[in-house]
């Protein structure tokens, strides 16, 4: 479930529609005028030594960028390397979903754990000062792929997920490191839901439906349990944050919440319907579930210690589902109140489908047994 499908008071940014700027015309500011535009990434990487310097970016070479996303939390572009063509991705941090003052520092130190398994962009420059526009900047290599099917590639997906989880934490790591992994996802989604309850619309019905829900996870979440050791966890797993290829090694990517945590959060992330149908239209059966877990136990045989890691899986899959139902009562509530908007009518219609009948009962029946 993605949290930055919410843009603050309906905000856009209107840099797809803009034509090519030189790069300078925006000028060097704490407050640029034209906002998080390409322009202003060309003139960042025009007038910083320190990023030219990393990059072997050459004096008075133009660079061309381009607008690839924005989200809540951060706005990415993307440019070609003037002398060697590769491509590259700029990437502006906005805000943090974990509380973070240096959002974008953590997550290229994430990302520098993370560069012995292969599957994660490279850290090429990190300028954490927020002396530019007031934000942290990150450049890391672009890398190339298409995203998940689940229908055909959740092999590679198993493959991808042992390689990230097998790389070794060493002392020192700087990750956070939630004492109780599972009862923080369940404190996350009381938080979410406490904006749905607090509204004056919220549908009393709904409210008791995942008010019963919370009893069993809470439940589940009280149960003694030691892990056999940390990895690095992604925990937001969904189809758009791979990156597949045929021939060449696929990739994981958007690392904007890894914890030092639980294998079984990330993998339940990835199951959980909440999470294969918010872009999708699929939800995995049984069958597929069990599929995916003997796949993952084979993958990882002998590289690290599994654990109880069939019932922990179940245990996170109950709590990962609830968690994508409150953060959607909580963006449904803040849409319809107007203190925030859903960024466009299809998340809206997802946030709309996880928060009805037939939703609620199939996440009732399959993963909490009601």
């Given at each position: 479930?993605?949290?930055?499908?919410?843009?603050?008071?309906?905000?856009?940014?209107?840099?797809?529609?803009k034509?090519?700027q030189?790069?300078?015309?925006?000028?060097?500011?704490?407050?640029?005028?034209?906002?998080?535009?390409?322009?202003?990434?060309?003139?960042?990487?025009?007038?910083?030594?320190?990023?030219?310097?990393?990059?072997?970016?050459?004096?008075?070479?133009?660079?061309?960028?381009r607008?690839?996303?924005?989200?809540?939390?951060?706005?990415n572009?993307?440019?070609?390397?003037?002398?060697?063509?590769?491509?590259?991705?700029?990437?502006?941090?906005?805000?943090?979903?974990?509380?973070?003052?240096?959002?974008?520092?953590?997550?290229a130190?994430?990302?520098?754990?993370?560069e012995?398994?292969?599957?994660?962009?490279?850290?090429?420059?990190?300028?954490?000062?927020?002396?530019?526009?007031?934000?942290?900047?990150?450049?890391?290599?672009?890398?190339?792929?298409?995203?998940?099917?689940?229908?055909?590639?959740?092999?590679?997906?198993?493959?991808?997920?042992?390689?990230?989880?097998?790389?070794?934490?060493?002392?020192?790591?700087?990750?956070?490191?939630?004492?109780?992994?599972?009862?923080?996802?369940?404190?996350?989604?009381?938080?979410?839901?406490?904006?749905?309850?607090?509204?004056?619309?919220?549908?009393?019905?709904?409210?008791?439906?995942?008010?019963?829900?919370?009893?069993?996870?809470?439940?589940?979440?009280?149960?003694?349990?030691?892990?056999?050791?940390?990895?690095?966890?992604?925990?937001?797993?969904?189809?758009?944050?791979?990156?597949?290829?045929?021939?060449?090694?696929?990739?994981?990517?958007?690392?904007?919440?890894?914890?030092?945590?639980?294998?079984?959060?990330?993998?339940?992330?990835?199951?959980?319907?909440?999470?294969?149908?918010?872009k999708?239209?699929?939800?995995?059966?049984?069958?597929?579930i069990?599929?995916?877990?003997?796949?993952?136990?084979?993958?990882?045989?002998g590289?690290?210690?599994?654990?109880?890691?069939?019932?922990?899986?179940?245990?996170?899959?109950?709590?990962?589902?609830?968690?994508?139902?409150?953060?959607c009562?909580?963006?449904?509530?803040?849409?319809?109140?107007?203190?925030r908007?859903?960024?466009?009518?299809?998340?809206?219609?997802?946030?709309?489908?996880?928060?009805g009948?037939?939703?609620?009962?199939?996440v009732?029946?399959?993963?909490?047994?009601?």
């Amino acid at each position: 479930m993605p949290d930055d499908e919410l843009t603050s008071g309906g905000r856009s940014c209107a840099c797809a529609a803009k034509t090519k700027q030189v790069p300078g015309d925006c000028g060097m500011s704490s407050a640029p005028a034209c906002g998080l535009e390409p322009c202003e990434v060309e003139a960042y990487l025009a007038r910083s030594a320190a990023a030219r310097a990393a990059l072997d970016l050459p004096e008075g070479v133009p660079i061309e960028a381009r607008l690839l996303a924005r989200g809540e939390y951060n706005a990415n572009f993307s440019f070609a390397h003037p002398v060697t063509g590769k491509k590259l991705l700029f990437r502006v941090n906005l805000g943090s979903q974990m509380h973070l003052d240096d959002q974008i520092g953590y997550e290229a130190r994430a990302l520098a754990l993370l560069e012995p398994s292969g599957r994660t962009p490279r850290v090429l420059f990190v300028d954490p000062s927020k002396s530019y526009f007031g934000k942290g900047v990150l450049v890391e290599e672009c890398l190339p792929g298409r995203p998940l099917s689940y229908g055909t590639d959740r092999d590679i997906a198993a493959e991808i997920l042992v390689d990230v989880h097998a790389v070794a934490l060493p002392d020192g790591h700087g990750l956070v490191v939630p004492a109780d992994p599972l009862g923080a996802v369940v404190d996350e989604c009381e938080a979410m839901f406490r904006v749905y309850r607090r509204w004056a619309r919220a549908d009393r019905q709904t409210v008791r439906r995942i008010e019963r829900l919370f009893a069993h996870a809470r439940r589940v979440a009280e149960k003694p349990y030691a892990p056999a050791c940390r990895h690095i966890v992604s925990t937001e797993l969904n189809s758009r944050n791979f990156l597949i290829n045929e021939r060449l090694p696929s990739y994981l990517v958007d690392w904007e919440k890894p914890v030092a945590g639980e294998v079984e959060q990330d993998i339940a992330h990835f199951l959980a319907p909440t999470t294969t149908f918010w872009k999708t239209e699929t939800v995995l059966d049984s069958r597929d579930i069990d599929r995916f877990v003997e796949t993952y136990e084979r993958m990882a045989a002998g590289r690290f210690e599994l654990g109880s890691l069939r019932e922990r899986t179940a245990a996170y899959l109950s709590v990962t589902c609830l968690r994508g139902l409150t953060w959607c009562a909580m963006a449904y509530a803040q849409h319809r109140s107007g203190e925030r908007s859903v960024a466009d009518a299809y998340t809206f219609g997802k946030v709309e489908s996880f928060l009805g009948d037939s939703f609620l009962s199939l996440v009732e029946r399959e993963y909490f047994g009601f």
